[in-house]
Nanobody, 126 residues
Framework: EVQLVESGGGLVQAGGSLRLSCAASGFRFDDYAIGWFRQAPGKEREGVSCISSADGITDYADSVKGRFTISSDNAKNTVVLQMNSLKPEDTAVYYC???????????????????WGKGTLVTVSS
């Protein structure tokens, strides 16, 4: 059974940091693209960052470049999103997702994810 479990969300003041983790199981982690997405109240879901070991790529949305860093620990089947200099507009539910196409990180909004976690809430206060 494929599982993606996010953790690390919470409440933080603007300018602060949070570290989100996505623990994956049930599939060949090394072969998949892993993306982080977020959805704020009343807004559409957007891709935040993506990593693909098989394709050798990491990617970031313009809104988070220079502030967020994505990394993977293939031995632990975990992807981490380090979020620094957080802004109130970063407030959202953050989801991780896995795509069998390792080139998914090259597509617009990281299209083609096959599996999704349930999300973790990040709230940034001003």
């Amino acid at each position: 059974e494929v599982q993606l479990v996010e953790s690390g969300g919470g409440l933080v003041q603007a300018g602060g940091s949070l570290r989100l983790s996505c623990a994956a199981s049930g599939f060949r982690f090394d072969d998949y693209a892993i993306g982080w997405f977020r959805q704020a109240p009343g807004k559409e879901r957007e891709g935040v960052s993506c990593i693909s070991s098989a394709d050798g790529i990491t990617d970031y949305a313009d809104s988070v470049k220079g502030r967020f860093t994505i990394s993977s620990d293939n031995a632990k089947n975990t992807v981490v999103l380090q979020m620094n200099s957080l802004k109130p507009e970063d407030t959202a539910v953050y989801y991780c997702a896995a795509g069998a196409d390792p080139t998914s990180c090259r597509t617009a909004d990281y299209y083609g994810m096959d599996y999704w976690g349930k999300g973790t809430l990040v709230t940034v206060s001003s």
